[in-house]
């Protein structure tokens, strides 16, 4: 793999570029006061920031000598199971068996993920 310094640039004026964005969206709004559709956008730009940040310690991780192969995949899981935790906490209805029964179907659903796919390219 050969390391492009523009490619990495990029991610990261994306990724900063996605903070300062949760940064106005969630300083400028009241939450009593805002239509429901600036929440959904509100609660997608964390997704999207979440998945960033996941991919990104993945990455970083490879530093470390941990070589993931397969970055997207997990970070999108990761994110999955982020999401609906954010999103059962935000109407009060997070609990610890919520998360008992959502980290299982996560990690069932992140191996079958891999059931039919192909083996010659590890960056799916």
């Known amino acids: 793999?050969?390391?492009?310094?523009?490619?990495h640039?990029?991610?990261?004026?994306?990724?900063?570029?996605l903070l300062v964005a949760d940064g106005l969206v969630f300083g400028a709004t009241d939450v009593g006061?805002?239509?429901?559709?600036?929440l959904v956008v509100g609660f997608l730009l964390l997704i999207a920031t979440v998945y960033c940040l996941f991919y990104g310690v993945l990455a970083f991780a490879r530093l470390y000598g941990l070589p993931i192969k397969r970055k997207r995949r997990l970070a999108g899981s990761l994110t999955g199971l982020t999401g609906c935790l954010?999103?059962?906490q935000?109407?009060?209805?997070?609990?610890?068996r919520d998360v008992?029964?959502?980290?299982?179907?996560?990690?069932?659903?992140?191996?079958y993920s891999?059931?039919?796919?192909?083996?010659?390219?590890?960056?799916?």
Not at 90 to 96: D, F, K, P, R, T
């Open 9 to 17: 640039a990029w991610k990261l004026i994306a990724g900063l570029g």
């Open 100 to 111: 008992l029964v959502l980290l299982p179907l996560v990690i069932i659903g992140y191996v």
């Open 33 to 38: 006061k805002v239509a429901s559709f600036i």
């Open 114 to 124: 891999f059931y039919g796919t192909r083996t010659d390219n590890p960056d799916i």
């Open 90 to 96: 935000s109407v009060g209805e997070l609990n610890i």
């Open 1 to 7: 793999m050969k390391f492009s310094p523009h490619r």
């Open 86 to 88: 954010v999103a059962l």
